[in-house]
C-alpha cells in the first residue's frame, strides 16, 4: 500500500475500521501527523503518563452535533472544549484527553482532515493532548458521518478544593460567565429544516484557565457547571434536584444577546433552554462572589458575567424567575424535545 | 413525569439524550442504579477518585460489533473487557473506567437494561467500576442502535516494568495465552448475511488477573497486545512494523479449534485474521519464556497457551510463517475489508 491516502477526493471505506494495513494507515498518516506528542507516538493501543499527585478526575462525553460544522466551531473543536471543560468544572487542571471516532462509510477524508486540524488546534490552544484514540466505521446508513467521543483526566492538587453539586446551599449566589443560548442557536441555524439568517456564533471555548484563575483565589467554590445541553434552566433544575434546595433567578440579569432573544422568540423556545458551550455558572457564598464576578469580568471568556440569583430553602427544589415586571415564574425543566443532537 | 421508565416495551426517543428531565429520568433509573458506586453518585459531570501513586495509562475505545449480542457475550461486557484489556497490557493495573453511549432513536430500553445488566456483571466480576458516562441519542437512521465508547484509567506502581512495542527485540519469545479466533468466528456466525451453525462462543474476557500474575513473576515482558481487530496477524504485523523486525512463526504451534479453522475454510479466512477478545500475546526474552508459559497455562484463561515463534532482525519487517510440511509463507497484513464491526 504504498499509495497515500487521499484526503483531498477520498472516502472512508469499512477497510479504514478493520485492523488491517488500510486503518494503520489512516491512523498514521492523518490522526499521528496531526496530534503530534510524545505519548501517541509510542504507538502503543494505551497511552502511559508520568505520575501525578492529586486527586484523578475523569469525564467523557460522545459529541453527535448536527451539522458537523457550524458558525464559531465545528464538532472536532467542540469535542476537546467540551470534555476539557467537564473535567475543569470540577476544579481540576485538565492534562490529557483520548479521542475515539465512529466514522460512517463514505465520509470524505477531506472533512475528516478539516476536524482532525480543528482538533489539533484545539489541542495546541489549550495545551492538552490527545494521548491515545480509537477508529471504528460503520456502514452507509448505520451511523450519521462523525461521531467523537473524548474522555479528560484532570488533577486537583490542592486539597483545599471541594467542588460539588452537594456543597450548593441555601445563600449560595449564583453567578454566569456571559450571554446564554449562542451555542444553541447557532447550530440551529444551519439545520436544514430551519435555516434561519443570524451572525450568532457558537461560544465553544475552553474554560479551564478562566476557571483555574476563579479557583487559585477562590479555592471555596461550592459548584461549577457548564451548561450545555438543556441550557441554563436544565442545569440550574438539576443542581436544585441533587442539592435539595430551590433557587430565585432575577430575569434582567441573565446576559441573552437581543439576536439569540430575538431567534428564541422565532423559534418558540426558551433561550434559558438553549445550549452553551463555553458559559460558566458558579455557585458561592455570598461573601466570594463579588470576587469572583470581578475574575470572571476581567478574563476574555467572561467580560459579560453577571450575578443572576441566589439558592434557598425549598423542599420542592423549584427554580423560579422574577420577571422584569415583576411577576414569578417556576423555569420548568424541559422533557428535552425540543434541541437535540446540540453537542 | 412520575411515570418510571417502561424497561419492558419502551423505547429510546430524542428526549433522551437531550440534556433535559428524560435524560435525567433515564440515567437516574438505568444507569445510577445498575452502576452503584460512590463516584458516578456524585452526580456531577466528572468523576473525581482519590490520588494514585505511579505512572497513569489511558486507553479508550469504541464498540460497535454486529450483531450486539452474539454467543459468548454482547456490546455490554465486551465494552468493559475490551477496554480493562488495553489498559493492562501495559502491565497496569485498571483502576476506573468512563462509558458513553450513542443510542439510537428507537432503541428497546429492553435492550439497553440487558446491556447495562451486562456491564454490571462485568463491573462487579473485574472490580473496576464505571465512574462516569454520558448518553446521547440519534435520530432513526443515524445510528445503528447502540454504540458504546469506553474509556480505562489505570497505574502502573512498579518502576521496573516497561511494556512497550519499543522493547521488542530479536531473540524475543512469542507466545499466546489461547485459540484463535473465537471471538470473530462467533460473532460472524450470527451475522445476518452469514448464519452458520457453529458452537463456538466468543473468547471475551478480562485480562488483568491473568496480566498481573504474569507481571509479579516476570516485571521484564518487553511487550503485550490482545490481538482483537484483523487478529494475530495484524498485531504481529504491528509490533514487527513498529519495532522495525521480523518474526518467524511455527504454524502447528498457533492453537486453532478445529470448529473455527473449519468456519475460516467455509468463509474463505485465515484465523489468523480474526479478532479475539479475550488472549494475550506476549514477547519475552528467551529465558523468561517458560516461566511466563507457566504462569498462563496455570490460569483459567490460559490453559491453551502456547510458544509460537521468535522476533528476528530483518529490515523487511516480514512476519514469516513455516507450515506444518516446512513451507514458508509471509503473513500478510490484510487490507481489513473481511471483517467490519467485530468489534
Known sequence: MAKKLDLINGCIDMTHGAGGKSMHQLI???????????????????????????????????????????PGGDIGSLSIYGTINDVAVSGAEPLYLSASFILEEGFPLSELKKIVNSMKKAQELTGV???????????????????????GVGVIENPRIQVSVSRVKPGDEILVSGYMGDHGIAVLSKRQNLDFETSIESDSAPLHELIREIIREVPDVHCMRDPT???????????????RVGMMIEESAIPIRTEV??????????PLNVANEGKLVVFCA????????????????????????????????????????GGRRVLYWLAGEQLPRIC
Chains 1, 2 share one sequence.
Not at 229 to 243: D, K, M, P, Q, W
Open 261 to 270: 432573544a430575538a431567534a428564541c422568540e422565532l423559534l418558540g423556545i426558551d
Open 286 to 325: 455570598p461573601e466570594h462572589a463579588k470576587r469572583v464576578l470581578e475574575i470572571m469580568q476581567a478574563h476574555s471568556l467572561g467580560r459579560n458575567a453577571a450575578s443572576i440569583g441566589t439558592v434557598r430553602e425549598d423542599r420542592d427544589t423549584l427554580v423560579e424567575v422574577r420577571s422584569n415586571l
Open 28 to 70: 498514521e498518516e492523518l490522526f499521528l501527523g496531526s496530534f503530534q506528542n510524545e505519548y501517541l507516538h509510542q504507538q502503543n493501543d494505551q497511552a502511559v503518563v508520568p505520575a501525578i499527585s492529586g486527586r484523578l478526575v475523569v469525564s467523557t462525553d460522545s459529541h453527535v452535533v448536527s451539522p458537523i460544522f457550524f
Open 229 to 243: 445541553r438543556g441550557g441554563l434552566a436544565a442545569t440550574l433544575n438539576e443542581i436544585a434536584h441533587a442539592a
Open 129 to 151: 493532548p490527545v494521548i491515545t484514540g480509537d477508529t471504528k466505521v460503520v456502514e452507509k446508513g448505520k451511523g450519521d458521518g462523525i461521531f467523537i467521543t473524548t474522555t
